[in-house]
């Protein structure tokens, strides 16, 4: 297989080349950070609930990184928008691969994992 | 004479790879193992394999002799005394054990100073940072100018009566540039500070005397050098090794235990508690032994060649941006370089599957790295079995991913 086959399908390429929701966002409710040991990439995870404080009204990020882990966090934030809190807080990790659809090796792991790991950081220091 | 082929066919990984040619550029991260080395380990495991020290048995015999004859090979190699090699797991657990020693064993007050070049590896940075952190210590770094080259004019004045432990690397693992341990040294000698030498990098790829670095410490590790992984030399220097106090401790150690304490023997044991290394050690000098054979002189030579090559090959490509030491007479043999719009991590799986093996990321010098102005790199680094075609390989595929992403 090549690699347009495989890891770097035409709808990654897409997301990376041309993120959704990449930007600060003035009004977050909570913000999280993921950062990459192994490259020090480093993506913020800025979410904003609506008034109920149950819904994810907006969510934007901010970084650089690598074709992985900016499509990752393309769709995840296109994922979270209008979910209830409650159910985001039941994802687990594994999400990110479903939303990639491409096979992640070993050392792409963390590139992988890296926007579930910034809004995780919020999440938990939003502590609600 | 340097015979490539020759070379190429001393290393068993080469034969593996039957279905691509191995394009292997990441010596830096962890070289090649060449037959001898890991024909004398296995003769251990085979032939004669059992504890060293204390065993009248022909086996124990050999072993130890073994053991200490590897421990010669390594000191005369680097131009120690035998009793000044500490034989270790590698660059990191020397370190760590050298710290936890300086802390028990130097007189540190709060206040005094740690000072370290920003091109460290982790390995010693983070045990001297550590130690700076709980001693409360302060940590000073030696910058580098615009040619990412230690600021040596900087040293002098960073340098003072406070300054207890200078932690300098022989050469960069991101950059291979080979700094002038010796002229810190030399500052550093009239105020009395310690030379702790990082010669990781270096080793296996230019001669080192422990006398012209004019250090206190030294250490390096087995897997870089054409050894096996899990071994490193620590070299401490006689005098500062009867000073010191182990820092790790269990068996073999000791003169005498009571309930209480213990009395340490001398160096190097009292620094090696438990069973070593054994086939680590005889893999190490096996090492050795392979690098004087084929010549250090040879193999700097070689990689030089390639090492120009590199930087002019990769210098046509528009968008490619070289962070190495450009006098290849004072590299080790690595070119670290970022491509335009395109992630160090992205290339480095591109280049991947052509089967040519970098490495992508912040090398463990993250400091420096981030003085370099970038989140990551990619590492191509080269040693002894390299050649045009690694090379070519390298920067074919390099044009590949920079096409790829650029669309």
Not at chain 1, 59 to 85: E, W
Not at chain 2, 2 to 20: C, G, L, N, R, T
Not at chain 2, 168 to 173: D, G, K, M, Y
Not at chain 2, 322 to 348: M, R
Request: with cysteine; charged share 25%; aromatic share 8%.
């Amino acid at each position: 297989m090549s690699f347009e086959e495989e890891l770097y399908r035409e709808n990654i390429m897409e997301h990376y080349r041309h993120p959704h929701n990449r930007g600060a966002l003035s009004d977050a409710t909570f913000k999280g950070v993921g950062k990459n040991a192994n490259c020090g990439d480093n993506l913020i995870f800025s979410v904003r609930l609506d008034k109920t404080g149950e819904i994810v009204e907006e969510v934007t990020f901010q970084g650089d990184g690598c074709a992985i882990s900016l499509a990752g966090a393309s769709l995840f934030t296109d994922k979270l928008k209008g979910m209830k809190l409650s159910e985001v807080k039941l994802m687990a990790p594994g999400i990110m691969y479903s939303l990639l659809g491409v096979p992640i090796s070993h050392t792409r792991t963390r590139c992988a994992l890296l926007p579930y790991e910034a809004l995780s950081d919020g999440i938990t220091k939003y502590g609600k | 004479m340097f015979d490539i082929k020759k070379i190429k066919a001393d290393f068993p990984i080469f034969k593996a790879s039957k279905e691509a040619t191995l394009h292997y550029l990441d010596s830096a991260a962890s070289s090649q193992t060449p037959e001898c080395v890991i024909s004398a380990m296995d003769e251990y495991y085979r032939n004669f394999r059992s504890n060293v020290h204390r065993g009248a048995y022909a086996l124990s015999e050999k072993a130890s002799e073994s053991y200490e004859g590897a421990r010669a090979t390594v000191a005369g190699f680097v131009g120690a005394n035998q009793n000044e090699i500490v034989f270790t797991a590698g660059a990191t657990a020397s370190v760590n054990m050298l710290a936890y020693s300086f802390e028990q064993s130097l007189d540190l007050k709060e206040g005094d100073e740690i000072v370290v070049s920003i091109m460290e590896h982790h390995a010693m940075l983070l045990p001297l940072q550590e130690l700076a952190r709980r001693k409360k210590l302060n940590l000073k770094y030696i910058n580098v100018d615009e040619n990412y080259r230690l600021d040596y004019k900087s040293v002098e004045s960073l340098i003072t009566e406070r300054t207890k432990i200078v932690g300098i690397t022989l050469a960069s693992n991101v950059t291979g540039a080979i700094n002038d341990v010796s002229y810190i040294s030399q500052i550093v000698r009239k105020m009395g500070a310690l030379v702790v030498v990082d010669a990781t990098a270096a080793m296996g790829h230019i001669p080192v005397s422990v006398k012209e670095l004019d250090c206190d410490a030294m250490f390096f590790s087995g897997h870089k050098m054409c050894g096996p992984t899990g071994i490193g030399a620590l070299y401490i220097n006689g005098e500062l090794g009867e000073k010191l106090n182990p820092s790790f401790f269990g068996g073999g150690i000791v003169t005498d235990v009571d309930l209480e304490k213990a009395e340490f023997v001398s160096a190097p044991e009292k620094f090696e508690a438990g069973t070593p290394n054994i086939s680590g050690a005889i893999g190490i000098a096996e090492a050795v032994k392979y690098l004087t054979e084929v010549g250090l002189e040879n193999i700097k030579k070689h990689t030089e060649e390639l090492t120009s090559y590199t930087i002019e090959k990769l210098k046509e490509i528009d968008g490619v941006k070289i962070f190495a030491e450009q006098d290849v007479e004072k590299n080790v043999g690595i070119v670290s370089f970022t491509v335009e719009g395109a992630h160090p991590h992205d290339v480095i799986e591109f280049l991947g599957r052509d089967n040519v093996a970098v490495r992508g990321g912040h090398h463990c010098a993250l400091p420096f790295v981030k003085t370099l102005g970038v989140p990551a790199t990619v590492r191509a680094s080269i040693y002894l079995y390299n050649t045009k075609e690694d090379i070519d390989a390298l920067v074919s595929s390099v044009k590949k991913a920079q096409e790829f992403f650029k669309k």
